[in-house]
């Protein structure tokens, strides 16, 4: 059992930046693949960044060269760092762990509660 706490959210202006953090507890968090999802208010909830188990990292067009996902397995953290935001990237944002690696929400069993992010125009 693997449990997930994000935190980093926050209020920002329009082109500024934030880092979300995931802590995890649990077992062999080194082994999971690890994702950041979002949902804004009346969406779906949408993956926007991965990172696989050997540190191959993946990410949607839409922030792709804005967004970096990263790890550090000694830690248990995952991290999403966040530049040149847009109103656009307003949501909460969560992190998920699973076994195998894939784009689909529904793969991964284990999600943190989430953190808000709000970009100001």
């Known amino acids: 059992q693997v449990q997930l706490v994000e935190s980093g959210g926050g209020l920002v202006q329009a082109g500024g930046s934030l880092r979300l953090s995931c802590t995890a507890s649990g077992p062999a968090f080194g082994n999971y693949a690890m994702v950041w999802a979002r949902q804004a208010p009346g969406k779906g909830r949408e993956l926007v960044a991965g990172i696989r188990d050997d540190d191959n990292t993946f990410y949607v067009d839409i922030v792709k060269g804005r967004f970096t996902i990263s790890r550090d397995n000694a830690k248990n953290m995952g991290y999403l760092r966040m530049n040149n935001l847009k109103a656009e990237d307003t949501a909460v944002y969560y992190c998920?762990?699973?076994?195998?690696?894939?784009?689909?929400?529904?793969?991964?069993?284990?999600w943190g509660q989430g953190t808000q992010v709000t970009v100001s125009s």
């Open positions: 998920a762990v699973g076994q195998r690696y894939s784009f689909s929400a529904s793969d991964y069993p284990y």
